[in-house]
């Protein structure tokens, strides 16, 4: 079926992740006019890494993070976008390397985190992950940390289950609770470690924030936050 595949795809005009458009035989996964789109995020808040206003972070203003800092390699631009929709749905294993490719320029160019001595992807519910079939923030973390050599621990994070988590609590219990979705696997050790959690997307950062509350509740000396794109 693999074979097949490849050989129906030696017969396919390569087309740009971010527009649709055939791609020129110098061109790559992207069109020009796509890859002029895309540039890596700057002037940021060094702690949340939202773009800088004129009056300094209004997102650290109003919320507490755990995290220590957090970092996007681009903003969420209709390109981005794209290639994240393709991600999810289509072309998995292929835009998971690109992405892992540009994180790697990324921390390359800007050495943003200290020490990495672990990386871990936010997990996705079960329940979810069963019906999609994988997740994506793993397939993110395996490539970045293939490139960078960082230990991949894809176990250490689990969800607890729906019914464990949810039905006792009301909306506003539930959002008080910030860790109380998730649990950590008490094979490892990670008291006085620096991980680096990975995700797709970071919008409100609720989800990483609860993961790093977690793990600072263990004693990890640093949480940094790494998502290919930035909501606004
Ligand atoms: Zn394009
Ligand atoms: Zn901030």
Redesign the pocket.
């Known amino acids: 079926m693999n074979i097949l595949k490849t050989f129906i795809g030696l017969f396919l005009p390569k087309i740009?992740l971010?527009?649709d458009?055939q791609l020129l035989k110098n061109e790559n996964f992207?069109?020009s006019?796509?890859t002029n789109s895309i540039t890596f995020l700057e002037n940021i808040c060094p702690i949340c890494g939202a773009p800088e206003t004129e009056h300094g972070c209004k997102v650290c203003g109003n919320h507490k993070f755990f995290f220590d800092k957090a970092r996007s390699v681009f903003i969420f631009s209709t390109t981005i976008q794209k290639m994240i929709h393709e991600f999810k749905y289509n072309e998995m294993t292929r835009i998971a390397k690109i992405f892992g490719k540009l994180s790697q320029e990324y921390f390359e160019k800007y050495q943003p985190f200290d020490y990495i001595d672990y990386i871990i992807p936010v997990p996705l519910h079960r329940v979810r992950k069963r019906s999609r079939g994988f997740n994506q923030a793993e397939l993110l973390a395996r490539e970045i940390s293939k490139r960078m050599n960082w230990e991949y621990l894809p176990n250490l994070i689990k969800r607890k289950r729906f019914t464990e988590t949810q039905t006792k609590l009301n909306r506003e219990q539930r959002k008080e609770n910030v860790s109380f979705a998730f649990k950590i696997n008490p094979e490892y050790s990670i008291k006085g470690k620096n991980i680096l959690l990975v995700d797709d997307v970071f919008t409100t950062g609720s989800t990483t924030n609860s993961i790093a509350a977690v793990l600072k509740g263990e004693q990890v000396n640093k949480v940094y936050v790494l998502t290919i794109a930035r909501a606004l």
């Open positions: 740009c971010g527009c458009k992207l069109c006019n796509c």
